[in-house]
């Protein structure tokens, strides 16, 4: 697990090793074992290393014997062992044993195709010294990142878009149209990132860059075409769960110890349980603990430790030490949030990188894929009550949504109604499960400033959202096209990367996420919805696949939703509000930034200081506010390559020699 | 008392923003003004500012759902409360 980044000049200018080097300083979190750059003329390949496969010999950027394929990278390939054994058997031959290798001789033998052998969380760079072609890809479901960027007739690549503001010259601007994405739908959608000019390779997606030209295509996506009609739940409980207990085998392959988070859900539990109960690793887990009773777990995550009898540490996480990281949040997830929840997970890795710990498995994507989300449960209510819209009892159900969250559960009878109130008319919408929450949301525009409004202009990301949906959407059914705009969009963009890998890499920790191995995604999406939710059991195949593994507690608990403390982190009733949010919210700097309407939110700000408790809205308002304004302040006004460069070792430079035949 | 209702309205939902037209009967549901938390927020400032205290069952879009019925409602309830027959 590293972090790479990398040039390439597009008229075949040379690149200076210099500025590669500025861009794997930006980079040291994510690698601080080693530091390296590689230049060839025109190409640069820079890479910062976190070693947990060969962690003598791995080195990058690594070349094939011969020197004419050079590749960095970041990721795992967990399933090397048996792509060595059937390269191996094809002639090749490998110096070291890490992954790294076996990609290189892969993508020999099999070039761009090679990516469908893969079976990990990637996204790497080979440069190929004869064809003077480089070539890049990200792994399926999108945990690793790579973003890119043209800068003149330079290509620009890298893990973290850090690394391209570094590289001299490159224009460091918000993009409008991102920013009325976040607000419509918690994050710009790839391949938009936060700021104009810069892209993000989409999940299952390669690209080339050759002759100038730079062409990118899609290689993976998923899909709800036909469903397996023929499996009972008896056989499909069974295959999920032989299929997560080898996904998750393979994901403890490493040569440096291995934790796993434990939060006391089902889908840590379930990750924990199968390495207990199926391989011989010795384990740790760890977890976060809140104060406020709302948002903590503590108890489940208690029983399942005894259960399972784990090695467990945890950290008691307070809404004031949210409020002090936040900056750095922002600063790792390179985009603004509306939930605070990025925080915690960032004060989690550090106690497991300073426990020793490399290696973290989680239960990420399982609410995902297996039909886990409370959104999926609202759309399918309104669906069932929406047919009879006359119905006394059908709205019943609407008291079985949400019920961690206490404004809703206050919620008047009429109001609830009134909230959740559909016909049959709204049905036929693709986007009939999300459009509730895109509303709620973009009701936040109304902070936006005169100046941002005329930037947006005409632009609706609901209606591009829909000329950009796979061609079979609309044939899909309701429950799969809701999981799709999960899988698809929130799931990279959010979950694994702001809440997910930027977190675990700020302290150099790699996740891996056992429910996102492709075999156990595919085989979810060949299971018909109602494998999946049960009527209202949500997650119900997997309970099943489970049952006698976890405490029966745990299988059996209502869920909740991983969530932490919002706006009471900057304004909270002790009156501490830290320093960088005055000043970042004070109506002559928003004036200055000319994002939001100083007035309206300073009426939010002080609504919020007034102590009562806040509501979804006005809660997202503060931290999607606040956060945009730390991006700003980060990225564009006070923008710092060497931000902390001085994590990390020194940066090792090699230059290959200029070839007789150019 | 219709324009306290409304004050309340524009700096509480709609933080000042009051260039937006909104008028008296215009329903906070179907203009998206109040969401899931704000009814909460709403009876809140009823309760507190005029000391009356609400039933579940008035808890309906007809006693809360427009400028003007929020404003008709608590006329009633502190007409009630000072003990004129209704």
């Known amino acids: 697990m590293c972090g790479i980044a990398g040039a390439l000049g597009l008229s075949g200018q040379p690149i200076n090793p210099d500025h590669v080097e500025r861009m794997v300083r930006t980079l040291g979190h994510r690698g601080p074992d080693d530091r390296s750059a590689l230049v060839d003329g025109e190409a640069a390949l820079g890479h910062t290393r976190l070693s947990i496969i060969d962690v003598a010999n791995g080195q990058q950027p690594m070349s094939t014997a011969d020197e004419r394929y050079w590749i960095t990278y970041n990721g795992e390939i967990f399933n090397y062992v048996e792509l060595k054994d059937a390269l191996l058997a094809k002639g090749h031959r490998f110096t070291t044993t890490c992954d790294t290798e076996v990609l290189l001789h892969l993508y020999q033998e099999y070039g761009a195709d090679c990516v469908h052998r893969l079976n990990g969380q990637w996204s790497f760079a080979i440069w190929d010294t004869h064809r003077r072609e480089l070539f890049l890809s990200r792994d399926r479901m999108g945990v690793r990142p790579l973003f890119y960027t043209k800068s003149g007739n330079t290509f620009l690549f890298a893990s973290e878009i850090k690394a391209l503001f570094a590289f001299p010259g490159v224009d460091r601007r918000l993009d409008a149209q991102a920013v009325d994405q976040f607000f419509t739908f918690w994050t710009a959608l790839s391949p938009r990132t936060m700021f104009e000019g810069v892209f993000e390779l989409p999940p299952g997606h390669s690209m080339t860059v050759a002759g100038g030209q730079i062409r990118t295509y899609e290689y993976w996506r998923p899909r709800y075409d036909t469903f397996d009609s023929t499996l009972d739940a008896d056989s499909a409980a069974e295959r999920l769960l032989e299929l997560l207990v080898d996904a998750t085998r393979i994901r403890l392959r490493a040569d440096v110890p291995v934790g796993a988070y434990l939060s006391g859900g089902l889908d840590s539990t379930v990750i924990t349980a199968l390495i207990k109960r199926f391989t011989t690793t010795p384990l740790r887990t760890f977890s976060v603990g809140f104060e406020d009773p709302q948002f903590d777990e503590s108890s489940f995550q208690e029983s399942a430790i005894r259960y399972l009898d784990t090695d467990h540490e945890s950290i008691r996480c307070t809404a004031s030490e949210i409020g002090r990281v936040f900056p750095d949040v922002i600063w790792h997830t390179e985009k603004p949030v509306l939930r605070t929840a990025p925080a915690p997970m960032f004060l989690l890795s550090r106690l497991v990188r300073d426990r020793g710990f490399k290696v973290v498995l989680t239960g990420e994507g399982s609410d995902e894929i297996l039909g886990g989300y409370d959104i999926f449960k609202e759309a399918k209510i309104r669906r069932f009550w929406g047919v009879r819209p006359d119905s006394k009892l059908r709205p019943i159900l609407l008291r079985r949504l949400y019920p961690y969250m206490k404004n809703i559960q206050a919620q008047p009878e009429a109001y609830l109604r009134a909230f959740f109130r559909t016909s049959p008319e709204d049905f036929a919408d693709p986007f009939f499960s999300h459009l509730p929450r895109w509303e709620l949301t973009s009701k936040l525009k109304l902070f936006y400033s005169p100046e941002l409004r005329a930037r947006i202009g005409a632009f609706d990301p609901v209606h591009e959202l829909r000329t950009k949906l796979p061609e079979s959407f609309a044939a899909w059914d309701g429950f799969s096209q809701a999981q799709y705009l999960e899988t698809a969009h929130l799931l990279p963009a959010y979950i694994l990367s702001s809440q997910g890998d930027r977190m675990s890499m700020g302290h150099s920790v790699e996740g891996r996420f056992p429910f996102l191995d492709y075999r156990v995604v595919e085989f979810a999406s060949s299971l018909p919805p109602h494998l999946k939710m049960k009527v209202l059991n949500e997650k119900y195949l997997l309970k099943r696949a489970v049952d006698g593994l976890i405490p029966p507690n745990v299988q059996k608990r209502k869920k909740q939703p991983y969530r932490a403390p919002d706006a009471v982190s900057f304004f909270g009733p002790n009156g501490n509000t830290p320093e960088y949010a005055l000043e970042l919210l004070a109506p002559e700097r928003l004036q200055e930034d000319g994002l939001f309407n100083p007035a309206a939110v300073n009426r939010l700000v002080t609504k919020a200081r007034a102590g009562q408790e806040l509501g979804v809205k006005d809660n997202m308002g503060v931290t999607g506010i606040l956060s945009t304004q730390l991006l700003v302040d980060q990225f564009i006004r006070n923008f710092r390559y060497d931000h902390n460069a001085e994590r990390g070792t020194p940066v090792r430079h090699r230059q290959l020699p200029v070839r007789a035949e150019r | ?86």
Request: charged content about 25%.
């Open chain 2, 1 to 86: 008392m219709q324009n306290e209702v409304r004050q309340f309205v524009i700096d509480n939902f709609l933080f000042g923003q009051s260039d937006r037209q909104l008028d008296d009967s215009d329903s906070f549901l179907e203009s998206g003004i109040i969401d899931s938390t704000g009814v909460l927020e709403l009876i809140a400032f009823i309760e507190t500012k005029y000391q009356v205290s609400i039933a579940d069952d008035e808890l309906v879009p007809a006693n809360l759902d427009s400028i003007e019925r929020v404003s008709a409602f608590i006329e009633r309830k502190l007409q009630a409360k000072a003990g004129v027959p209704q």
